[in-house]
């Protein structure tokens, strides 16, 4: 078929909704998930669900696919007819086809959005009422402990709440438990109100317990609580922990080195943000510590209710008060518009942002932060400098937000465990990333919730970053950590929508165990595809800002091309799959063994974790406690 017959092509002309009407509507569009396949030459068979398939040509459906923001249309097709070089004629008959397209369902308004988001509310559903906050630790950090503890409990006490409050432990040495059991009852008798620990001899307890009602296997429960393979940091099995002692309740855990002051940013417009596929965050990177604090307004604030303002709440719910024009769409993909397609939204984990220490090991993660990322440290290349090396982060969000497993930092997070939620990554760091990809995955309905406010952070440790300039030979691929190998795998996970959670969770728990099964060779070079993958996802998205941010310094366009060219450098060395955090005390053999292992262990736990969490549950209903607040061990 000739160009100017595809053009000249015109779908019916009947139905009273008319062009001028859609392109001349003040509302804003982009394009739904939609599945489109060859049917001819220059045609296209496109599928909606749910829908019967249209016929449509192939220039129609490349304009649509590009419409992947919410835009008014008339601005739609004057970009893409620019891009093109288009005239009136091939103009005139792409305009012809946007109301069989609009009515095929490959867009959606932003008041359409708004409408079916309104309809996803469950008049049975209860609030959620956060009844206990866990501090997950381990090693010497009493100081920080005792300061993150008492400064909720005074948070707590100032609004008239009441909380359980548990120190989770993952000390590896004996002494280290018996000095902070010790010291944990002498806060308790400080603050008068009992503060409870969880240390190894009450998690063995709890494990011994759970094994015998779940009929779970040992080895996935020696995985989800403890550290059986010694890969370090076992913050996610002290979550999973807190997980299990509140089975069926609402709950918040918090890092032992936050500090309940919350500041709120600037007052905006909007009133929520819908965000997928994107990170919803504005970050700025200060000189110094005290400059990231002193850039927010800290006030008292009632840290259990800015939590529950989102946690357990329905989408529907949140969109109550709050008129089209209000809801920020910007960052609203299409992971978010397929929820809305199947009804279910509710919020079941909530984060805030934090001012102070990242927690990031290098500073060229900073190099995919947006908004106000380089508003400060790139007018001047000191103080550009300076802010990466003092590792002093604002992120926060504008207003709350709503969406998917994009982000999730694990400062102070507000979980609702009513109904089953996934395990943590019991080991190594970014289990918070971890847990939200599971989640996003096997939770029907999942979303989380960011609250508008930033959290105090202060590690009291002297900053450590790797910094530009320090990449070298020994300090190859030093930014991907393990955590986005597992996320990675997971993204491998396509599950029928219509599974219930527990289908869910056991599937994807299969999955990684089906990974982790391959003979040591098949396994190696399945891990080091995976690794590729996002190596390759990462280059890409940060040439794309050297071709879009022409404006930025040029020290920092130069930081980002080193980076580039030191990641594509190490894909050639036989260890370019190892993450940055196992690079050291291992040989590259034993941490492949060592990464086979954890996966492994990984898909074990998920395929049994809802039959411990219903244990779980039972024995909480049951009054059993496995925490303690007894002295000694």
Known sequence: MGLISIFNEKPSTTGAVTMETLEESEDIWRHTPFSSYVAGEDVHSVYVRGRTPVLVPSYVVDFVSRCTEFRPLAEHIAKHAESHAWGSPEIDALRSWMRKVKEAGMFI????????????????????????????????????????????????????????????????????????????????????????????????????????????????????????????????????????????????????????????????????????????YERCVFDDHESALEAVTFKTRDYLAEHEKLLGRDLGDLLQQ?????????????????????????????????????????????????????????????GYRAGLAERSVLARVPVPAVGDDSVSSGLAVGLDHRELLPPFFPVLRAEDTVFNAAAWKCCVGFVSGHLPFSIRRDSSADPTTLLPGELNRERRTATFEFAQIVRAIMAGYQPAPHFDTVTHMRKLGHHFSEFAARPAADFREALQQVVLGHESRKIIALEESLRTETDAPDFWQRDIQEFVDHSREALEHEDFDIPYELKAGRTVEENRELMQKLIRGYGLLLEDWPAIVSAARDLRREGVVFSSTAVGE
């Open 322 to 382: 709050t008129r089209v024009e209000e809801v920020d769409v910007a960052r609203a993909g299409l992971g978010l518009l397929r929820l809305v397609e199947f009804g279910a939204a509710r919020v079941r984990a909530t984060f805030t942002g934090y001012a102070g220490d990242p927690d990031s090991p290098a500073s060229s993660s900073y190099f995919f932060h947006k908004g106000l990322y380089r508003e400060r440290p790139t007018k001047q290349k000191e």
């Open 109 to 280: 308004s932003r008041g359409e959005l708004h409408a079916r988001a309104m309809a996803i509310h469950d008049p049975q559903a209860s609030p959620a009422t956060i009844t206990a906050i866990g501090f997950p630790t381990a090693g010497d950090r009493m100081e920080l402990v005792t300061r993150a503890l008492t400064s909720f409990v005074e948070n707590v006490r100032a609004h008239g709440r009441m909380a359980d409050f548990i120190i989770a432990d993952s000390s590896p040495h004996p002494a280290q438990r018996g000095r902070l059991r010790a010291q944990t009852g002498e806060l308790s008798r400080d603050l008068d109100l009992p503060v409870r620990y969880l240390g190894e001899p009450e998690k063995r307890h709890m494990a011994a317990e759970l094994i015998r009602r779940s009929g779970c296997r040992p080895e996935a429960m020696e995985f989800g609580l403890f550290d059986p393979h010694g890969a370090g940091f076992s913050c996610g099995g002290n979550r999973n922990a807190l997980l299990l002692h509140e089975a069926g309740g609402v709950l918040s855990t918090v890092d032992d080195d936050a500090i309940c002051e919350l500041g709120a940013g600037p007052a905006v417009e909007s009133r929520l943000a819908l965000f997928s596929n994107a990170d919803p």
